[in-house]
Nanobody, 124 residues
């Protein structure tokens, strides 16, 4: 069982940066792969990035590669999403997720636990 709490969302101008944090409960956090997803109003939740249990394997949505960086600190039970060069199209609610497994996965159905979401708004 994992509980996730996100923070770090907010309003930023185009070209700016934000770093999202995902605080996870449980002493076995290192056994869970994690990911970030985002959802705009009226649309399905879409994949952003994922990282395996050790941080050795990472995947990104093709459109975001080079701008976003996923990382984790298992000693702190925390995951991160660094977002640079933000665009208005990045505006969405961003969710942290974890799954009962070691491997990084790219689809939301693979994940078992979800944070509450944090709003990221990028203005023109």
């Amino acid at each position: 069982q994992v509980q996730l709490v996100e923070s770090g969302g907010g309003l930023v101008q185009a070209g700016g940066s934000l770093k999202l944090s995902c605080a996870a409960s449980g002493r076995t956090f290192s056994a869970y792969a994690m990911g970030w997803f985002r959802q705009a109003p009226g649309k399905e939740r879409e994949f952003v990035a994922t990282i395996d249990w050790s941080g050795g394997t990472r995947y990104y949505a093709d459109s975001l590669k080079g701008r976003f960086t996923i990382s984790r600190d298992n000693a702190k039970n925390t995951g991160y999403l660094q977002m640079n060069s933000l665009k208005p199209e990045d505006t969405a609610v961003y969710y942290c997720a974890a799954r009962n497994g070691y491997r990084a996965k790219l689809v939301r159905e693979e994940y078992d636990y979800w944070g509450q979401g944090t709003q990221v708004t990028v203005s023109s």
